[in-house]
């Protein structure tokens, strides 16, 4: 008898992980398929970490209800995870009475639209609050209630949770095929045949085709790249507030902003691609991020950039596509989860449970739900004390693998038997290689921590994925 | 806590000098934490020679060199060596705090001698735009995978930068059967010695290119390949010279910073620029008691003078402790 899944989730990215968990309180059979070895490795990793408040688009677009709704359940979300989360607040920073005029209107459209906090800052108010904002600025929309997140720990701790609570992952696990048949769908990747009752598409970029194979909408994802440039971790204080220019027709301009970790981000580029595999930095965006960004803050110094990454937003018309398919019964696409998909993935995932309630999925609440997950250790975060004594019940937590920034052997590896396989996956789970010398010191010593841990040859270890393979061979 | 005469950060040719300079001065408290298994350093992935012609007269491997020292110190017992130790933190009263597996120790030193030694510079420093592929390694780190780890990193290899790392690295991907397909260096002349310039790029035949600057890295997964472009005086790319090089590997070597974070930490003023302490002498900072030496005070070309600066880190600590009693 083959087995039948009532969902299999197509894509292991921020939606994809936070619908799983969602999902997971109920007792049905659960499995993510995610193409990357692993989960985050597509749109999410390069996402900007923001939670927005709602203040940028239009109050009439889906996107907007869920970007507030989902403000309020991220904070409850990264309680029951233990996820970093802090409440920064956010300033839209207008330099003349044009400006001004907009920002009205955007506090209105937002007002509207519940967000809390709202208030128009004078000069007086930024010179006190902001210093290192230019001057010139005149007036901004303060949104107290924007913070900052790990997008990619967000969604490995999001993955976690639903394992715990028996979703199935399959990493490196490429749909090829959607076959309905009846009652059932027959999800066919290269080495298995998944059978499934229920679908839903969070395949990100490649959505559109996700959702062509099954003959379930016709929409088109097109790219649009944004490349983002790290500060030294030793500038955690240029700016207290995230700072934002007025929004464009396309886009939310250059930024500045900070990662949950501490460093100034500066960034995104907007650029519309027809390649949804280029991932390249480029002189001209670096050129035009640093243009926008000391706009607002004119002391930004090129010379503290330490590091820099493009990332692809799946972009298809203004607003999210949530639906079921009425033409394919139980296939549902969350396509097109550009910004803010991160803030909403929480309030996505609800407004997905509903659809698929809606369309004859029986949700029945399981009598024991792991609703939290542990946080894990890193030393000297949680305090002298505290270290001493875990240094002393686990003498692998005094062995320092990473010395920029300090992550210990035990640390690298937790993370590998919490899922990571590749030398990013350590990377992004434990900050490992982050720091300012990229690796150069600990590479080798994490490599074989990996071989060991996952029972593979040192030569078979990967950056992020096959074909990312770190040396070519044994020395001869 | 934990009280000493002397702790020095760092057991490579720096740390170990100043420690035996240090006792043969009149210290004998001394702790010498290494955060490595063993002590040498970055000696110890050297295995090239031309190391002590200075300082012995005689021509040795870099872990030849660094087993004299190893030597002395082992027949020293008032140095006592701590491996594995990881210095994390310091305070301004030379607090040091330090990791290793099992313990998490405190120690106050009358004196303080680091030897942390330098990092590379990275692609990210110099802004490469292009992916992020594997294949893109610092010179130091393949000479780490290579001579200590047994890997080969790369069949096809480009190298930025003609600083000494990247040239000895040139020649060590050749004899291993590798193709380095062309050292590229954006200044008209190379910055490493004259001799390795001879014995590990001219009598291979590895091509340089000066003038030179990568202005792209290409690859999904892999390192696929480089674009390049001439530059003119001022430094500008010059139009119509562009070109590719085919490669799997690319080795950034384009100088060193002396790692300081840790003083940094206690007050010490730091040069933006060089990340050297600032002092009109050498080994001195601007903490009283706190001493740097070797490469984390300057880069140096030759390990033979680290090992005599680093001496006089040693007698100039001893000083500083007679003067405290």
Request: proline residues 4%.
């Amino acid at each position: 008898m083959k087995s039948v899944y009532d969902v299999i989730i197509i894509g292991g990215g921020i939606t994809g992980t936070a619908i799983a968990r969602e999902l997971s309180r109920y007792r049905l059979r659960l499995a993510i398929l995610e193409k990357e070895s692993e989960v985050s490795f597509g749109v999410s990793k390069s996402n900007s970490g923001i939670i927005h408040p709602g203040t940028q688009h239009h109050p009439a677009l889906l996107k907007s209800k869920l970007c507030v709704l989902g403000n309020k359940l991220t904070r409850v979300l990264a309680r029951e995870l233990s996820i970093d989360f802090k409440e920064v607040g956010e300033l839209i920073v207008g330099f003349n009475e044009e400006d001004y005029k907009r920002l009205l209107r955007l506090k209105e459209d937002a007002d509207a639209l519940g967000v809390p906090g709202l208030k128009i800052v004078d000069r007086r108010w930024l010179r006190k609050n902001e210093p290192n904002l230019s001057v010139e600025a005149l007036y901004a929309l303060y949104a107290p209630t924007a913070g900052i997140i790990s997008p990619y720990r967000m969604v490995y701790d999001l993955a976690e949770n639903a394992s715990a609570n028996g979703v199935e992952i399959y990493t490196e696990t490429k749909v090829e095929s959607i076959i309905a048949q009846g009652k059932v769908f027959e999800v066919v990747s290269p080495d298995r045949v998944f059978h499934s009752r229920f679908i839903v598409n969070c395949a990100g970029l490649y959505a559109d085709e996700v959702a062509r194979m099954a003959g379930a909408g016709n929409f088109k994802i097109t790219p649009r790249k944004g490349e983002e440039f790290l500060l030294d971790k030793k500038k955690e204080n240029l700016t207290r507030h995230l700072l934002f220019p007025l929004p464009s027709k396309i886009s939310k301009g250059i930024l500045v902003t900070r990662t949950s970790d501490g460093n100034p981000m500066i960034g995104p580029t907007s650029e519309d691609m027809e390649d949804k595999n280029d991932l390249t930095t480029t002189a001209e965006g670096l050129r035009k991020v640093l243009e926008g960004a000391k706009k607002l803050v004119p002391s930004i110094d090129e010379n503290d950039i330490i590091a820099y990454f493009a990332g692809q937003r799946p972009v298809s018309g203004d607003d999210f596509t949530i639906r079921h398919e009425d033409g394919v019964r139980g296939f549902v696409n969350v396509a097109g989860i550009q910004s803010p998909g991160l803030t909403a993935a929480s309030a996505i995932a609800l407004m997905v449970a509903g659809i698929l309630k809606n369309t004859g999925l029986r949700l029945k609440k399981k009598y024991f739900f792991r609703r939290h997950r542990k946080k894990e250790f890193h030393i000297f975060s949680a305090g002298l004390k505290k270290t001493k004594r875990s240094v002393k019940k686990d003498p692998s937590y005094g062995d320092i693998v990473c010395r920029c920034e300090l992550v210990s052997a035990k640390e690298v590896r937790e993370a590998i038997k919490r899922g990571a396989r590749t030398m990013d996956g350590v990377k992004f789970m434990t900050r490992a290689q982050a720091g300012r010398c990229h690796g150069s010191f600990c590479t080798t010593r994490i490599m074989k921590i990996l071989a060991e841990e996952t029972n593979r040859d040192v030569v078979s270890v990967t950056k992020r994925g096959k074909g990312s393979e770190l040396v070519k061979d044994k020395r001869r | 806590m934990e009280r000493r005469d002397l702790v020095i950060v760092g057991g490579g040719p720096a740390g170990m000098a100043s420690a035996i300079a240090a006792y043969e001065s009149g210290v004998k408290d001394i702790l010498l934490l290494e955060r490595d298994q063993y002590l040498g350093g970055i000696l110890n992935q050297c295995i090239h020679t031309g190391f002590g012609i200075e300082y012995f007269k005689e021509v040795l491997t870099g872990p030849e060199y660094a087993d004299r020292f190893i030597k002395k110190i082992r027949n020293t017992p008032s140095i006592e060596v701590s491996l594995r130790s990881f210095a994390a933190k310091l305070e301004k009263d030379k607090t040091l705090t330090y990791l290793k597996p099992g313990c998490l120790n405190e120690v106050k030193p009358t004196a303080l001698i680091m030897a942390t030694g330098c990092r590379e510079r990275t692609r990210e420093m110099i802004h490469i735009p292009g992916t992020r592929p594997s294949g893109v390694f610092s010179a130091g780190l393949a000479q780490k995978l290579i001579n200590m780890e047994g890997l080969l990193p790369g069949r096809e290899v480009v190298i930025i930068g003609s600083g000494d790392i990247g040239l000895i690295m040139a020649r060590r991907f050749i004899l291993e059967g590798a193709n380095v397909k062309a050292i590229l260096e954006i200044q008209p002349a190379t910055r490493g010695l004259k001799r390795n310039v001879v014995q590990c790029v001219e009598d291979f035949d590895i091509p340089i290119h000066f003038k030179c600057r990568v202005s792209k890295i290409w690859g999904q997964a892999r390192v696929e390949k480089v674009s390049a472009v001439k530059v003119d005086e001022d430094m500008k790319d010059i139009p119509g010279t562009e070109f590719n090089i085919t490669c799997d590997t690319v080795l950034v070597s384009v100088g060193l910073i002396p790692e300081n974070e840790l003083i940094e930490m206690a007050g010490v003023v730091i040069d933006k620029k060089t990340n050297s302490p600032i002092s009109k002498e050498v080994n001195a900072t601007s903490v009283p008691g706190i001493f740097v030496c070797g490469n984390s005070f300057k880069v140096y070309d030759y390990v033979d003078s680290v090992t005599s600066d680093s001496e006089l880190a040693g007698k100039m600590a001893a000083e500083y402790i007679k003067g405290k009693r």
